[in-house]
Nanobody
């Protein structure tokens, strides 16, 4: 059974940083496309960043230059380093494997 467990969310002031973690069990992250998504209240879930099996990385335009996705295959963990956070980054952040397997999410709140 596949489990994805996100952590690292919290409350931060605008301009601050957070690092999100996605610990994966039951599947190997190096054999899956891994992604971070977010969903703000009243909005649809949207892609933040993804990393392919071959290591190709994509970012949403609104996080380019501020967020960095990475993975540690030995730890089977995916990370999202978020810098220069803005109030509009407030959302629940979800980790996904192969676009179909989801974690429970971690809340990020950025205060102005």
């Amino acid at each position: 059974q596949v489990h994805l467990v996100e952590s690292g969310g919290g409350l931060v002031q605008a301009g601050g940083s957070l690092r999100l973690f996605c610990a994966v069990s039951g599947t190997t992250i190096s054999m899956n496309v891994m992604g971070w998504y977010r969903q703000a209240p009243g909005k649809e879930r949207e892609l933040v960043a993804s990393i392919s099996i071959g290591g190709n990385i994509r970012y949403a335009e609104f996080v380019k230059g501020r967020f960095t996705i990475s993975r540690d295959n030995a730890k089977n963990t995916v990370y999202l380093q978020m810098n220069s956070l803005k109030p509009e980054d407030t959302a629940v952040y979800y980790c996904a494997a192969a676009f179909t397997l989801w974690g429970q999410g971690t809340q990020v709140i950025v205060s102005s």
